[in-house]
């Protein structure tokens, strides 16, 4: 039994994704002809209460067309040192956008509105603009940590106070979500743009999503063209988001539920120092005594997939096809560790 817990996308369609991929109605999507893409970006814009959708070939396409919305060049993005946008995406903010990036630290990945202030830059011949912040909820680095609605109002208040857009990689936002049953509305009207990875716990083989402003996605489209990423007959792939929204939303709390457990039993091993606290699917251990390499060579023989995730980290992710027996399992490889 291989147990890949390397990440959330390596989950495969279910039988029901899979029918409603092959039944999808389709037509060319560049010319805003696929019924089912149209029918993906109305559904998602609607429920959280925003005009407008764009479907995408990855998370990091939705972040950088963002990006690239809300900055200029000699411009500046502030988001958390850990953040996707600044640590995975290849330099993007530099290379699509010409902007600069200022990074704060921040328990569990997040930051605070007063951060946020004091890292406005003044207006002065020396600075970039300070002309964007970016979130990220649920937190990658920080474990899969959750920001409340009551700590991302204050930050729309100074983003409102200093006229600056505030954009939400949610590449995991649902995780969030499902446990604090918050309002997607009211999340949609904090902020400018919201990205949401479909291709992740929800279970979708590819896709994101951005939603925005219907002016703010017209300008999308164009700078997804020059991205390379206009798909033509992506009903195909729109059709699995459309599924997930329906049918693979809640199941995120087993999810959960397994990280918390699987976070419990790595507690007890004798080389893990500190387990973040788990808030959703992510688990981050902290070693001692052997180093990440190590450790996961030492699990792979065993059939346990994790990822290194720091100089004496390492992470696991639960997802659709870890059920209860492959925590069992993991349970069983560790104890014998
Ligand atoms: C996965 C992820 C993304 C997007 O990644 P893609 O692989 O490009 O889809 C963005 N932000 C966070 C926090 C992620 O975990």
Redesign the pocket.
């Given at each position: 039994m291989i147990i890949d817990l390397r990440?959330d996308?390596v989950t495969r369609p279910t039988p029901g994704m899979k029918e409603a991929m092959f039944s999808a109605s389709i037509g060319d999507d560049v010319f805003g002809e696929d019924p089912t893409v149209n029918a993906l970006e109305e559904k998602i814009a609607g429920m959280f209460g925003m005009e407008a959708a764009i479907f995408c070939?990855?998370?990091?396409?939705?972040?950088q067309i963002a990006i690239r919305l809300h900055t200029r060049i000699q411009t500046e993005v502030i988001c958390h040192k850990n953040?996707?946008?600044y640590l995975?995406?290849g330099g993007g903010i530099m290379a699509n956008s010409l902007a600069s990036v200022k990074l704060l630290d921040g328990d569990l990945g997040k930051i605070s509105a007063e951060q946020v202030q004091s890292s406005i830059n003044p207006d002065d011949v020396h600075a970039p603009e300070t002309t964007l912040v970016s979130l990220?909820n649920?937190?990658?680095?920080g474990g899969g940590s959750i920001y409340r609605l009551d700590e991302v109002r204050p930050i729309r208040k100074v983003c409102n106070e200093y006229g600056l857009k505030l954009h939400l990689?949610?590449?995991?936002f649902f995780n969030a979500l499902v446990e604090t049953e918050e309002s997607s509305k009211d999340w949609g009207a904090q902020f400018d743009t919201i990205?949401i990875?479909l291709?992740?716990g929800l279970g979708c083989p590819v896709?994101?999503v951005l939603l925005g402003s219907k002016a703010d996605i017209k300008r999308a489209r164009k700078v997804r063209k020059v991205f390379g990423g206009g798909m033509r007959q992506a009903g195909f792939l729109s059709a699995a988001g459309i599924y997930a929204l329906d049918h693979q939303v809640e199941r995120l709390k087993e999810d959960h539920l397994r990280a918390r457990a699987l976070g419990k039993i790595l507690e007890k091993l004798s080389v893990v120092s500190e387990v973040f606290p788990v808030a959703t699917n992510i688990v981050i251990a902290r070693l001692d005594g052997v180093s990440p390499a190590e450790f996961l060579s030492n699990l792979e023989a065993k059939g346990v997939r994790g990822v290194k995730f720091g100089p004496d980290l390492v992470r696991f992710v639960t997802h659709y096809d870890f059920g209860d027996d492959h925590l069992n399992e993991f349970e069983k490889v560790m104890a014998a560790f």
């Open positions: 990440s996308t070939p990855s998370g990091t396409m939705t972040n953040s996707h946008i995975y995406e990220e649920t937190m990658n680095k990689d949610g590449a995991r990205s990875c291709s992740k896709g994101s």
